[in-house]
């Protein structure tokens, strides 16, 4: 389950406020507030569509044995150097 202080971080990590947030996912601010407090009052479809509205804008939500975070995706990643040609120009 995505926890409060994920919700957070995800929402900062995107520049959003939280109202934007609300406002993207077709929640109440309040609830939205509530459930980056922990508050565990929301409606399971409540969270899941906060967590799919920062999943579609490029956030990851990430659990390990160590704990839990967020990844902000890139829109546009580095290209790799594998497979490059080492051909020179003459």
């Not at 939280?18 to 407090?37: G, P, R, S, Y």
């Not at 999943?55 to 790799?80: M, N, R």
């Amino acid at each position: 389950m995505v926890t409060g202080k994920q919700i957070r971080a995800a929402r900062i990590l995107l520049g959003w406020t939280q109202a934007m947030l609300a406002d993207n996912a077709l929640v109440a601010l309040t609830t939205l507030k509530e459930l980056e407090a922990d508050k565990d009052n929301a409606r399971p479809a409540t969270r899941a569509a906060v967590r799919k509205t920062l999943e579609q804008a490029g956030i990851t939500f990430l659990a390990v044995a160590q704990g839990s975070g967020v990844l902000l995706k890139t829109s546009d990643p580095a290209p790799s150097r594998k497979g490059r040609s080492k051909t020179r120009q003459r």
